[in-house]
């Protein structure tokens, strides 16, 4: 006789990624997508491999080129959007999730790696954001954003005659040359692709331990969580709530003390 087995722990349906940290992520991969599709096309032209002018092939490679930018600057475009939710966010976009600065992130990370890396063991992670291994990689991901769109803009630069360009051929020459630029701008590329198969990896595998609808979060925003965490974390958010609704009473009474003594020796 087959039996049903059932492994769900008693779960709750918590909304985790606001709108905004799942356009920003899904812009990010098509950009990115296409940018290492383009770009692999840039630096290795097919019309100079096979040995033919370049004119015979119309302008296509000119598009190419003006496609990988528009791209680019879609890509900064979005990221400074993201870049204002660190501050504008809910708890899990904030800024300080992908820093690494307590000790509970770092015991977080070094748990991780032993699920992730070592497969010492499958125990889910339970965090109701990001874990922390993750959003430190994000924090890699975000630097790596910055130093694509610096270098490629001063390439750019290079033939441009754009307000601003000649801020980055500045910084062109200063910061060792077209050709250092060109090789630090490809192989970050290579770093990107590296994170791209590691990331959709974890992703899955974390959904399959932890059983919390992890990987179609990021279309819809809303996790599963078990149960006694979802009920600390509503318990913290009403603590932090309570405390904010005293401190506003405490001034109001300060103030009125103020003003009744202002009153008495007036
Ligand atoms: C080019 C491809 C991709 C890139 C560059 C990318 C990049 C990122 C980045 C930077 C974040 C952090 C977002 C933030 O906190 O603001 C993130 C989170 C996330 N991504 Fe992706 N992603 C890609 C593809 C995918 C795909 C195909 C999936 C599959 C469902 C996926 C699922 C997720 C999930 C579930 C999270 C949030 C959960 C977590 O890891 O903590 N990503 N991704």
């Known amino acids: 006789m087959r039996t049903v087995i059932t492994k769900k722990l008693p779960l709750r349906e918590m909304y985790v990624w606001e709108l905004p940290v799942r356009i920003f992520h899904w812009v990010n991969a098509f950009c990115i997508t296409f940018l290492i599709i383009t770009g692999f096309i840039i630096a290795y032209p097919p019309a100079i491999l ?18 990988h930018l528009t791209l ?7 990221f400074l959007v993201r870049f204002y939710w660190f501050f504008a966010g809910n708890k899990f976009a904030k800024w300080n999730n992908y820093v690494p600065l307590t000790k509970r992130q770092w015991k977080g990370i070094f748990e991780t790696v032993k699920v ?5 063991t499958p125990k889910p992670i339970y965090d ?3 874990n922390s291994l993750a959003a430190t990689t994000y924090l890699g991901v975000f630097v790596l954003i910055i130093v694509q769109a610096v270098t490629g803009l001063a390439m750019w630069s290079a033939a441009s ?19 250092f630029l060109r090789h630090l701008h490809y192989m970050v ?6 994170f791209i198969i590691a990331h959709v990896y974890l992703v899955f595998y974390h959904d399959y331990i932890e059983r919390n609808g992890i990987a179609s979060s990021i279309i819809g925003g809303w996790k599963f969580i078990d149960e006694r965490l979802a009920k600390d974390y509503v318990n913290e958010l009403n603590a932090t709530e309570e ?10 009474l300060e103030k009125e003390v103020k003003e009744t003594k202002a009153k008495h020796n007036g």
């Open 128 to 130: 109701i954001g990001h």
């Open 72 to 78: 680019g600057l879609i890509l900064i475009i979005n």
């Open 116 to 120: 992730d890396v070592f497969l010492l």
């Open 189 to 194: 590329m290579w770093l990107f692709i590296l």
């Open 161 to 179: 005659e754009a307000p601003g360009a000649g801020l980055f051929q500045d910084f062109l020459f200063k910061a060792g040359g077209f050709f």
């Open 50 to 67: 096979s040995g033919t002018g370049a004119q015979q092939f119309g302008y296509w490679f000119g598009y190419l080129r003006f496609t």
């Open 243 to 252: 405390l904010d609704k005293k401190k506003h009473e405490i001034k109001e």
